[in-house]
């Protein structure tokens, strides 16, 4: 149990559709990032928001964005979707901003989204 | 850019063999490196990591060393368990001010009793 709980578990849309999933992480944690699993491959770095900032970013399109709120719950968007958005999107949280080697990171179980 | 590659799998052992799963990687730099779980329906967990070179990693009798001669960090155990089935990332972040971490592609470990 990591404390990170995401929502939905799972998420069928159209070719062209907008998405919001949904993350919360464990209360007093500052830092939020975002992945992408597709099948058979490892997690990519979508994004990071340390106190409701973005501070850094992966190697994907403006139609990816993100927000976090105060209370520790974040939201991942995404515009336009194509079939190759098709993956299991993970969220994980931290306390601090990144620059701690012994920071961990706790990740939630997932989003699994479907396009077709 | 970094990149971290794995052992292709799936791997399939019995009950009580010896694993070794392979994982070399490319980065500037020195990156700390970790080993990830993923157990059926779960996300990531940490299993072990080592932040600095000739650094070992250990947990729930799971071992790499972090080597930088080979830029090696490769998953040992002398004993594996059926338990110990699920998907294994090798990955690494470099320092700086986010949490990036660049994985491998994740070895399948199916371990039979």
């Known amino acids: 149990e990591t404390g990170v709980t995401q929502s939905p578990t799972h998420l069928i849309k159209t070719r062209g559709q907008q998405v919001t999933l949904r993350c919360s992480s464990q209360?007093?944690?500052?830092?939020v990032s975002w992945y992408q699993q597709a099948l058979g491959q490892g997690p990519q770095f979508i994004f990071q928001?340390?106190?409701?900032?973005?501070?850094g970013r992966g190697n994907f399109p403006p139609r990816f964005s993100g927000l976090q709120f105060p209370n520790y719950s974040s939201e991942l968007n995404v515009n336009a979707l194509e079939l190759d958005d098709s993956a299991l999107y993970l969220c994980?949280?931290?306390?601090?901003?990144?620059?701690?080697?012994?920071?961990?990171?706790?990740f939630g179980s997932g989003t699994q989204l479907s396009v077709l | 850019g970094d990149s971290v590659t794995q052992m292709e799998g799936p791997v399939t052992l019995s009950e009580e063999a010896f694993l070794t799963i392979n994982c070399t990687y490319t980065a500037t730099g020195y990156p700390s490196l970790f080993w990830y779980v993923q157990y059926p329906g779960e996300g990531l967990q940490l299993l072990l990591k080592?932040?600095?070179?000739?650094d070992k990693g250990s947990n729930k009798g799971f071992e790499a060393t972090y080597r930088k001669e080979t830029t090696s960090f490769h998953l040992e155990k002398g004993s594996v368990q059926v338990s110990d089935s699920a998907v294994y990332f090798c990955?690494?972040?470099?320092?700086?001010?986010?949490?990036?971490?660049?994985f491998g592609k994740g070895t399948l470990l199916t371990v039979n009793p």
């Open positions: 928001y340390y106190r409701e900032e973005e501070n």
């Open positions: 080592a932040t600095k070179a000739d």
């Open positions: 990955a690494l972040r470099r320092g700086g001010s986010n949490y990036k971490l660049t």
């Open positions: 994980a949280s931290s306390l601090g901003a990144g620059r701690g080697e012994d920071e961990k990171l706790f």
């Open positions: 209360s007093g944690h500052n830092t």
